[in-house]
């Protein structure tokens, strides 16, 4: 089954035009086009490769328990 999604495209007009035209001249719809297109560019993409891990770093323990305003105002008043 295959399930179709109605959605808006922003084009620049002289991008449509030439797709209009496309699809005349080839007697597609511009849907179809477009759709060919897409799935064309998103085939033709190169697989994404094992990323390296991202770095972790280890800052310490908690300053202050959020949960306790006045310890908050403690250390924020430390800072100022």
Known sequence: MVIR???????ADRVVER???EAARSNQTMSELV???LRRWLDDRPAI???PKL???RGGG???D???REALYTVME???
């Open 49 to 51: 490769k094992n990323l």
């Open 62 to 64: 908690y300053l202050v």
């Open 19 to 21: 797709l209009k035209q």
């Open 5 to 11: 999604m109605k959605t808006t495209l922003v084009l």
């Open 66 to 68: 959020v949960s306790d």
């Open 55 to 57: 770095p972790v770093f």
């Open 78 to 80: 430390k800072d100022a």
């Open 35 to 37: 759709e060919a297109a």
